[in-house]
């Protein structure tokens, strides 16, 4: 920008608030009530079965709506159910966790960035809930404010007319990988996605353990067989789909995976059963396939594609919880 030369700004107006939930405890009230401080709605996706109860049935408050859809549909299916309730006044939606308690300043901050009217989605930087360090092992090569190929769900404020580019997430991923599917499909029409590390939040991943190869300390996530299989599969959907168009993506997913497939043979002690999974996964993305055993138990899907043949043996192969 030539000197002296200012951008325009542009108000995004009320936010609204898509908290996702399955099965949650007593944080999703303090998440809830840590989003109303600058949110003037908040929508409550909920994905706990109808036959369990659910602690979003306890809210009340007049700016606070939950939906129960009373399955496990996966967590997009959920982002989209809050999306087709989003009012129209609404100028930006902010996608949480049920565990991610908003700092005070965290919404005015994010809100900010989208004064400018190149950037359409902007987020935190995701710290361990538990530990208190950064989650992406190579923050320190970026700036305080960056452009990324992605940022993740919990924490992400998106410009409402993205939503004109990209109407929603992808429901055939079920659960990992359509954060980073839906902002590489605006990146590639012409979307800023923007990081901001000055902005933390505490986020809590998943099991993540200490490990040590040769006196080197490694942080590893245990996930369940069919986890695996999703990021997998997922991910190298991703490579397939995007790779060309952008081939830094291509090469950032392809170390992460091989990362992931290394850690699991080595530090994973149902190894033999999560690096099959990790390896169909691989497979089924590459080949456009889907293998619905590797589901959680009582999860319905709705994408398209999906070869159910071995259904019946899911809950055995999957390892589902």
């Given at each position: 920008m030539?000197?002296?030369?200012?951008?325009?700004?542009?108000p995004?107006?009320?936010?609204?608030?898509?908290?996702?939930?399955?099965?949650?405890?007593?944080?999703?009230a303090?998440?809830?009530?840590s989003?109303?401080?600058?949110?003037?709605?908040?929508?409550?996706?909920?994905?706990?079965?109808?036959?369990?109860?659910?602690?979003?049935?306890?809210?009340?408050?007049?700016?606070?709506r939950?939906?129960?859809s009373?399955h496990?549909l996966?967590?997009?299916?959920?982002?989209?159910?809050?999306?087709?309730?989003?009012?129209?006044?609404?100028?930006?939606?902010?996608f949480?966790?049920?565990?991610?308690?908003?700092?005070?300043?965290?919404?005015?901050?994010?809100?900010?960035?989208?004064?400018?009217?190149?950037?359409?989605?902007?987020?935190?930087?995701?710290?361990?809930?538990?530990?208190?360090?950064?989650?992406?092992?190579?923050?320190?090569?970026?700036?305080?404010?960056s452009?990324?190929?992605?940022?993740?769900?919990?924490?992400?404020?998106?410009?409402?007319?993205?939503?004109?580019?990209?109407?929603?997430?992808?429901?055939?991923?079920f659960?990992?990988?359509?954060?980073?599917?839906f902002?590489?499909?605006?990146?590639?029409?012409g979307?800023?996605?923007v990081?901001?590390?000055?902005?933390?939040?505490?986020?809590?991943?998943?099991?993540?353990r200490?490990?040590?190869?040769?006196?080197?300390?490694?942080?590893?996530?245990?996930?369940?067989?069919?986890?695996?299989?999703?990021?997998?599969?997922?991910?190298?959907?991703?490579?397939?789909?995007?790779?060309?168009?952008?081939?830094?993506?291509?090469?950032?997913?392809?170390?992460?995976?091989?990362?992931?497939?290394?850690?699991?043979?080595?530090?994973?002690?149902?190894?033999?059963?999560?690096?099959?999974?990790?390896?169909?996964?691989?497979?089924?993305?590459?080949?456009?396939?889907?293998?619905?055993?590797?589901?959680?138990?009582?999860a319905?899907?709705?994408?398209?594609?999906?070869?159910?043949?071995?259904?019946?043996?899911?809950?055995?192969?999957?390892?589902?919880?």
């Open positions: 030539p000197p002296g030369e200012t951008r325009d700004t542009e995004i107006g009320p936010i609204t608030a898509i908290v996702t939930a399955y099965h949650p405890d007593e944080r999703l303090q998440v809830v009530e989003a109303l401080v600058g949110c003037a709605l908040v929508i409550v996706a909920d994905n706990t079965p109808a036959e369990s109860a659910s602690s979003a049935e306890k809210l009340d408050h007049p700016n606070v939950v939906l129960r009373g496990n996966g967590l997009a299916a959920a982002l989209n159910l809050g999306l087709r309730e989003v009012p129209a006044e609404c100028g930006a939606v902010l949480l966790d049920q565990d991610s308690v908003l700092p005070p300043d965290l919404v005015p901050g994010l809100a900010k960035h989208l004064e400018d009217p190149t950037i359409g989605v902007v987020g935190p930087a995701p710290i361990d809930a538990e530990k208190g360090g950064q989650y992406e092992t190579l923050s320190v090569l970026h700036g305080d404010v452009d990324r190929y992605s940022v993740i769900t919990s924490g992400m404020l998106v410009r409402r007319s993205c939503f004109q580019a990209v109407p929603g997430f992808r429901e055939d991923f659960v990992d990988c359509v954060d980073i599917d902002c590489l499909r605006l990146r590639r029409a979307v800023r996605i990081r901001d590390k000055n902005l933390v939040l505490p986020h809590s991943i998943g099991d993540g200490d490990h040590r190869l040769l006196f080197v300390p490694v942080r590893v996530l245990h996930y369940a067989a069919w986890r695996h299989y999703w990021v997998a599969r997922n991910g190298m959907v991703l490579t397939r789909e995007h790779g060309r168009a952008l081939p830094g993506f291509a090469l950032i997913n392809a170390l992460f995976m091989a990362r992931w497939l290394a850690a699991t043979a080595v530090f994973e002690p149902e190894r033999r059963t999560h690096v099959r999974a990790i390896l169909r996964g691989l497979r089924d993305g590459l080949t456009g396939r889907t293998d619905l055993s590797y589901l959680p138990r009582g319905e899907y709705h994408g398209a594609g999906g070869h159910a043949a071995d259904q019946s043996t899911a809950n055995h192969r999957a390892g589902a919880d």
